[in-house]
């Protein structure tokens, strides 16, 4: 359902799971009535030898509960004339969001794609540590939110727990809303199916930026040495044309082999960035094993300036490999001008998901300790739905899930492309909400929907929350929430936009700092360091 001030009309062909949408800052922005939930990568360990890290943060369920599938929503109150006011967008459009009530909206549906990148926060933080601030068309509030781990329960076997909690965001009548959402922790590394990936890396020239080609050649050396004697690995390399370095190989017995071909990479001339991926999956296929893990991870700048630079464009060549063979995309983004909004294209396309490394600390992260999140699936074809109580809720706004928007029809349709989730994800999704005065009772229903990665069997989980479960000061709630919250204003404050109760950006730090000592995260002290540079920039 989209509300009449916060949701654009979808687009209904089911040939297409998701559209991208342009950015305005909110309360200007467009919205559609589908929309939701990303994901953070989280701690876990694949490979021998690397372990995951411990949360960080903690969340508690609000007044949440688990029940079936998710129901139909409530018939629709009547809502306003189609005809617009004066001064307003067009039906479906989202309007200037003000105090006073409106007109009840039609359509109280909320639907998206799961999505666990987390490249945008990762780029910030690099771009405000080299002075800059960010431009506001790289900051996507779902992977700020998302690259902090949060403690939701986890379930047995696979797909995800969900669970809900809010609280008040500042501003009166104006609540925040959080659905999360959790897969199963990764196996031992003994227990895991084999790994067969192939490493599409970029040595074009723009690579020989310290912490570009360098950062790539110690994070495989490091991934190399913890790899299973059963896994292989194929090394492609582009730059104005691909070449497979390494053929898909055996780790055991092969180190040494592999090793020499990694320390061989030097960057080149241009960036051909077609003729990497294609190659990369054609390597990929030739390589498949039956009952293993089959996953192409590109490392690049993706400042593509050779061949076919258009994602959807690049995507098509490899489409058969995709769908086929089940081949997903894993992008590693790296240096400080960074083609963003390709790589992200390309990850959200190609049922994969993104992440952004700047220094060896974060490198060893993603290639070691987070490889069983990256590589592995729990999850295929995942969506979330969220039906809104008409009855309690007046408006309300999903922040960040832009270009993740699935049309609402389409939740139980298997045909139509979702997320790829693995093992030790969690997935938050916020909402800023305004419940009707004096409401009490049910607000909302959230659930998800996935595929098995193996029998492609569909499930479904649900949960439900209380307008009483909105009741706390968001600054007096549990961690994993405040520390959402906070994720989300920075977000908003870099896109310059206006979210309900947003405090000052020195405020802000100084709620990080306090999270930061209370949970003894070094992440959420990152966060604090971050605000701060923020600040400071935009004085």
């Known amino acids: 359902m989209r509300p009449d001030s916060e949701h654009r009309a979808q687009d209904r062909d089911r040939t297409r799971a998701s559209a991208r949408a342009r950015r305005r800052p909110w309360p200007r922005g467009r919205a559609r009535g589908a929309g939701l939930l ?15 890290g411990s949360d960080g943060s903690s969340a508690d369920n609000g007044k949440a509960r688990r029940t079936g599938p998710l129901p139909a929503p409530a018939p629709a109150r009547p809502s306003a004339p189609a005809t617009p006011a004066p001064g307003t967008e067009a039906d479906g459009e989202q309007r200037d969001i003000a105090p006073s009530p409106s007109p009840t909206p039609a359509d109280y549906l909320s639907t998206f794609a799961l999505d666990v990148d987390t490249a945008s926060y990762g780029y910030a933080r690099r771009t405000l540590a080299d002075g800059r601030l960010p431009d506001p068309k790289t900051v996507r509030p779902e992977e700020f939110i998302n690259s902090f781990r949060q403690n939701y329960p986890r379930p047995e076997g696979n797909g995800f727990s969900v669970t809900a909690d809010g609280a008040r965001a500042g501003d009166e009548g104006w609540s925040f809303l959080r659905v999360g959402l ?3 922790p990764a196996a031992p590394a003994s227990e895991r199916p084999p790994a067969v990936l192939t490493f599409v890396i970029d040595v074009s020239g723009s690579m020989a930026e310290p912490g ?3 950062l790539v050649k110690q994070s495989l050396g490091v991934m190399t040495d913890q790899l299973r004697s059963d896994d292989s690995l194929a090394l492609v390399t582009f730059s104005d044309t691909a070449e497979t370095v390494l053929p898909m190989t055996r780790v055991g017995g ?3 082999r592999v090793h020499d071909a990694i320390d061989s990479l030097e960057p080149m001339s241009s960036t051909n960035l077609d003729a990497g991926v294609r190659t990369g999956y054609d390597t990929a296929v030739e390589g498949a094993r039956p009952g293993a893990t089959n996953r192409v991870v590109l490392l690049s700048d993706a400042l593509a300036n050779t061949g076919e630079t258009d ?20 992008g590693v983004g790296v240096g400080s001008e960074y083609g963003d909004a390709l790589m992200e294209r390309l990850a959200d396309k190609g049922d994969g998901h993104t992440t952004y490394v700047s220094t060896p600390e974060e490198a060893r992260k993603v290639f070691c300790d987070e490889l069983p999140q990256n590589i592995e699936l729990r999850a295929r074809e995942a969506k979330a739905q969220v039906a809104f109580d008409p009855g309690t809720v007046q408006r309300f706004r999903l922040i960040g899930y832009d270009d993740r928007q699935v049309a609402d029809d389409d939740y139980r349709d298997d045909r ?10 969690t997935v938050t999704a916020l909402y800023a909400v305004r419940l009707r005065p004096g409401a009490s009772g049910h607000v ?24 009483s479960a909105l009741d706390t000061d968001v600054w007096r709630s549990s961690p994993g929430l405040q520390l959402t919250a906070t994720a989300a204003y920075f977000a908003d404050s870099l896109r310059q936009g206006a979210l309900p109760g947003a405090p000052t950006l020195p405020q802000l730090a100084s709620q990080a700092d306090k999270l930061a000592h209370s949970t003894e995260d070094k992440d959420v002290r990152q966060l604090a360091e971050a605000i701060r540079r923020a600040d400071e920039l935009q004085i």
């Open 444 to 467: 909302a229903t959230a659930g998800v929907r996935w595929l098995d990665p193996t029998t492609r069997a569909p499930h479904e989980e649900t949960t439900q929350i209380e307008a």
């Open 38 to 52: 990303a994901a953070a990568l989280v701690g876990g360990l694949l490979v021998t030898g690397c372990g995951g």
């Open 254 to 256: 092969a180190r040494g």
């Open 182 to 184: 959790a897969t199963g």
């Open 416 to 425: 139509v492309d979702g997320g790829e989730v693995g093992p030790g994800h």
């Open 311 to 330: 994602a959807d464009a690049i995507l098509d060549r490899i489409s058969d490999a995709r769908r086929e063979h089940g081949i997903t995309l894993f």
């Open 212 to 214: 570009r080609l360098d």
